[in-house]
């Protein structure tokens, strides 16, 4: 992250987004495939470490090193490159990445439980999470908050401003944050 300052000197809170073109490597059609969707390949890898399905869809275009289906994409061709020129700043944009993963955590972090008293007798239970469980039903019920794995999982940040598109360097900055950790893939579409 970084700050982008405006016309009037206001200061933005910003994010460095590295976006290079993206190859539409195959169609996948509802007669065909069962679903309509575009496969999109980025980034560059050795021949050796893909396999040889995987080789026989991009024959032709390249070696890629992610491949990613997206729904909803329209008169796409097989070879057709997308990059930053469809942006342009002041566009309002969706961007999707899985969130860092933090393991498995407890009640305090997780939920933001406030834990049990520092004193009135107790001694190993400030980070416990209390009663779990009613005496009538004698069971815990499904969805009670507890500790576990946290993170991972799938964020939609909605509605970044784009503050400025360079071309050639394959740089987007956005205003506000953006799930996951640095070098983490994003999706980003039009809001």
Partial sequence: MTQVFDE???AIPATVIYAGSATAVQIKTKEKDGYDAVQFGSGARKEKNIARAQLGAMK???TFAVLRELTGARDIQRGDTLDLSQFSPGD???VSA???GKGFQGVVKRHNFAGGP???GQKHTERAPGSIGATGPQRVFKGTRMAGRMGG???TV???TVLHVDVDKSELIVSG??????????EIKNA
């Fill in 8 to 10: 009037s000197g206001k």
């Fill in 60 to 62: 032709g275009l390249g």
């Fill in 92 to 94: 309002k944009v969706n």
């Fill in 98 to 100: 899985p969130s860092k």
């Fill in 118 to 120: 520092r004193t009135h």
């Fill in 153 to 155: 999982k799938r964020i």
């Fill in 158 to 160: 909605k509605n970044l």
């Fill in 177 to 186: 944050a953006v799930p996951g950790r640095p070098g983490t893939l994003v």
